[in-house]
């Protein structure tokens, strides 16, 4: 007797199987994602996690007193070159600010994390930041004073950084945290991401920036 299967059972068995590492795919693709942000919540007094419609979760929580918010936003776009995961780190703190100045590195017009692209003046580009940084505002009249910018510029060499916003309601900053692996993109389409939780050693010193740039503000208008 041959102990080769019929052609029939042969399909039906290698359907199973590719149903079955779909579904432990699926799976662990879920499990991996909810978790994106449990390695960091020790950095936090507290930490409130809930899941979003994208499968990754949006996390709450106080450092020093102040209040942080974090987000993860997948980016499949077919027009980029690689689907991309950004992270936004936001502390959500009122300023005394009267309007809102957003910098981004080479901006595309379709982030879909940002409002950028509304905000209706754009200015030039002082020195000290790369030239690749575009600056637009809603009121240039009433931004923060350039020595400000100045004293903050060197957040731009890392090149992962993408945005930074400054605003009466807080201040976030945008990084890019993982690409999809190139070649299985390529080959199989395939944009898998936030297998690896986000690091403390990545998002420890953007939340230290948000809070001396947040006092740095607070400086410019009381500065006893």
């Known amino acids: ?40 919540k020790p950095l936090f007094d507290g930490g409130e996690s809930q899941m979003q419609p994208t499968g990754f979760p949006r996390m709450t929580g106080r450092r020093a007193g102040l209040a942080f918010d974090l987000q993860a936003i997948p980016d499949t776009l077919t027009f980029r ?6 992270v936004m780190v936001t502390l ?27 905000l209706p003046q754009s200015l030039p580009t002082p020195p000290g930041l790369p030239g690749e940084i575009a600056i637009h505002s809603d009121d240039a009249r009433r931004i923060p004073t350039p020595d400000l910018i100045a004293r903050h510029a060197d957040l731009f060499q890392d090149p992962r950084v993408k945005e930074l916003v400054l605003s009466p309601r807080g201040l976030r900053i945008v990084i890019l945290a993982e690409e999809a692996d190139r070649g299985r993109y390529l080959i199989f ?36």
């Open 1 to 40: 007797m041959s102990p080769l299967l019929p052609p029939g059972l042969a399909l039906a068995a290698l359907g199973l199987w590719l149903a079955f590492r779909l579904i432990r795919e699926s799976r662990a693709r879920t499990q991996s994602r909810a978790a994106y942000f449990d390695a960091v």
């Open 81 to 86: 070159k690689l689907p991309a995961l950004w």
């Open 92 to 118: 959500v703190e009122p300023l005394p600010l009267e309007a809102t100045l957003d910098l981004m590195a080479r901006p595309s017009g379709n982030e879909p994390f940002t409002r950028f692209a509304t």
């Open 189 to 224: 389409r395939e944009a898998e991401m936030g297998r690896t939780p986000l690091s403390p050693a990545r998002l420890e010193p953007l939340l230290d920036r948000l809070a001396a740039i947040r006092k740095d503000v607070l400086a410019l208008k009381d500065p006893r």
